[in-house]
């Protein structure tokens, strides 16, 4: 079962802020790796991360290829570090989409002022530490 704590989301929310920014990992279909840092990522409830994809190439491209992705926290100063593991959706429109904007962090809104970004959801389904030990695990 997956339940983020409450220390994941707090980090998870506030890592921006706190100069940790969440670095997102895909593969393409072919297996060609991208990974890039997403400011917005936030714990959208107890399963899902979520962040607000202003770029249309490359990680989208990917995700739009393959779904499965890793998201990698790292805090080296506090020695706090988590690798979510799951399947990404692109929300281009509707509820989900409006929901992630709205809890987007404004610096990244910024970045995209006509607001033509998509919302993506990631349904965490493993959360491993460095070590590959296995914290939680979706039924």
């Not at 840092?37 to 962040?51: E, I, Q, R």
């Not at 970045?111 to 491993?128: A, F």
Request: charged share 30%.
């Amino acid at each position: 079962m997956i339940n983020f704590t409450k220390e994941m989301r707090d980090r998870v929310d506030n890592a921006m802020a706190n100069g940790t920014p969440c670095i997102l990992v895909t593969a393409s279909a072919k297996g060609e790796p991208n990974l890039g840092y997403k400011g917005s990522m936030m714990a959208f409830d107890d399963d899902h991360l979520a962040y607000w994809e202003r770029v249309r190439k490359g990680l989208m491209e990917h995700i739009e290829e393959n779904p499965n992705v890793t998201v990698f926290y790292t805090d080296l100063a506090g020695r706090v570090h988590w690798r979510f593991h799951g399947k990404a959706t692109v929300h281009s429109s509707g509820p989900i989409r409006e929901q992630i904007m709205a809890r987007t962090i404004q610096s990244e809104l910024d970045r995209d002022p006509e607001r033509n970004g998509s919302g993506v959801l990631i349904r965490v389904d493993k959360i491993t530490s460095p070590a590959r030990e296995v914290l939680q695990q979706r039924d």
